[in-house]
């Protein structure tokens, strides 16, 4: 069911979210892709929530929030964990490591030298064709 909800292109919301998280607005990608999440009625809704969380975790570590970071990278794994790789031309698998990535160097550095994040790790998302 997922798999087949999977298919297409992304919402025009969820478009310009994901525009607006690959420019790291954050703040703005967040407000989008929630209304785009909101209006979607299929489980695929579900990559929308997913890549919500992923931006508000870069957000939070934009705002030195180590805790609110952390806690967001790991909420974003129960939504993008049981995507496949690909849902709705998005690139679920890439999105996965480069947060994976940015999390673990978010715990290398710790509450105190979080200032030193190096936001070159906010990769942006990569759309094709599903």
Known sequence: MLTADCKGKPS??????????????FFEAHEELEHAWNEEPGPARELYRGILQVAVAYLQVTRQNYNGALKMFLRMRQWLDPLPDKCRGVDVAQLRADA???????????????????????????????
């Open 12 to 25: 025009t919301l969820a478009l310009k979210g994901i525009e607006l998280f690959n420019r790291q607005e």
């Open 100 to 130: 994976l990535a940015a999390r673990a160097e978010l715990e290398r550095l710790g509450p105190e030298r979080i200032g030193e994040f190096d936001r070159g790790l906010f990769k942006p998302l990569v759309i094709g064709d599903s």
